[in-house]
Structure formats: C-alpha cells, structure tokens
C-alpha cells in the first residue's frame, strides 16, 4: 500500500487545505505605463451592482469550470469589463493568494493593459476608472485598522465531544483592514491588501 501511496503522489501539487470546495476568484493588477511613468488601473463598481455597489476594486471575477485556469478567468473578466480584446492584456506573473475569512481565495495576477485609451467600460458593472501612480503606494504606508474573528459554534455542536466541553476555549484570530487614501478615493479592504502584499513583493524583489 505504501508503494501505491507514493506513486500515486507523484505529480501531486500542494495546494490549501479544502482548495476544491473553497470559492475561487481571481483579479488582475493592471499597470499602465503612460510617457516614463507608471500607473495602477482601478474600477470603481457599478452603484446598481448587487454585490459591493461602488467599492473600489480591480477587474476580475469568480472562476467558472469552462476557464479551466484562472488566468483565463481574469482574462476574460477583464476584457467584459473593460471593453478590451485579449490581447490588449500580457500576464507577468501570478501573486500571492489571498485567503479571505469568508471561505474564498482570490488569485491576484500582475499584467499590462496597451492601448488605454481604447477602454470602453461596461457600464453595468463599472461606473468608471481611474489610475494611481504606482509610487504613490511605494512611497505610502496605509492606515491599518485590527478586528478580531471570534468562532461561533453551531447550535447542535457535540461539546460532549471535546476536552473541557462547552468550556472550550477556542482560538481567537486577527484580521487586519487596510485603507489607502488617493485624492477623493478610498482604496480599502481586499483591494488595499492585495495592493499591499503586491507593494512589498516590489519593494524586496528591487531593493526599495
């Protein structure tokens, strides 16, 4: 049996705990390069949108199984929300995952966007876009607020089950919210977190 195991491991690629039932969605860092300097592309939600109407965010969306890579997922997200064919947008890199409290991971990817003149938003989704100096976030530390996630048992949970029962002390964690402030916008939440992991990679990967 031993030998079955670890041949049937060969190819195996380690991904996060119960990555196959989590939500996955992924969102595209766009940079824009306008003369000699460097900008980051941001939507603003449509107001009419059911989910976060008029936050801050980046193109993307949730995966879906005819993708079949999340790369084709931002890919496409990208180019129904702003109007772009696929080859408007190169891919860099993939970023760091992020795993959110709510039960999904988002797969941030580094790319550019050519011609952005030709950006033709999809006002259903997108009321509009602006662009951020990517120096402004170099050179910006964000104000960062901590909530605590506290577990919250079901009703019907066996603490007959478990050592000290109903007495259980379960373990307390810390979440921590980012706000970026750029003229009259708030850049927050997922958004400033995924910027700031970005923000860092950067700044170590060039010496900064």
Not at 23 to 30: F, R
Not at 106 to 111: A, D, E, S, V
Not at 174 to 186: A, C, W
């Amino acid at each position: 049996m031993i030998e079955k195991i670890t041949s049937s491991f060969f190819k195996f690629k380690p991904q996060i705990n119960n990555y196959k039932r989590l939500s996955k969605a992924s969102v595209l860092i766009p940079l824009i390069q306008k003369d000699s300097d460097t900008f980051i592309l941001f939507e603003v939600r449509s107001k009419n949108l059911n989910t976060s109407p008029s936050e801050i965010s980046f193109p993307g969306g949730k995966f879906d199984t005819s993708d079949i890579t999340l790369e084709r997922t931002v890919i496409r997200e990208t180019c129904e929300e702003l109007g772009l064919s696929k080859n408007n947008i190169s891919i860099i890199t993939p970023l760091n995952i992020l795993v959110t409290p709510f039960n999904m991971l988002i797969h941030p990817f580094l790319g550019t966007i050519d011609n952005y003149n030709n950006i033709n938003i999809n006002i259903s989704e997108v009321d509009h876009t602006f662009l951020v100096p990517l120096d402004f976030f170099i050179n910006t530390t964000p104000k960062s607020y901590k909530h605590t996630i506290q577990i919250h048992p079901c009703s019907d949970f066996p603490y007959d089950l478990i050592p000290n029962g109903q007495n259980y002390k379960f373990k307390e964690g810390v979440y921590d919210t980012l706000i970026y402030e750029y003229k009259n916008y708030v850049i927050w939440g997922i958004t400033a977190r995924i910027i700031k992991d970005f923000i860092d990679t950067i700044k170590e990967n060039l010496h900064l």
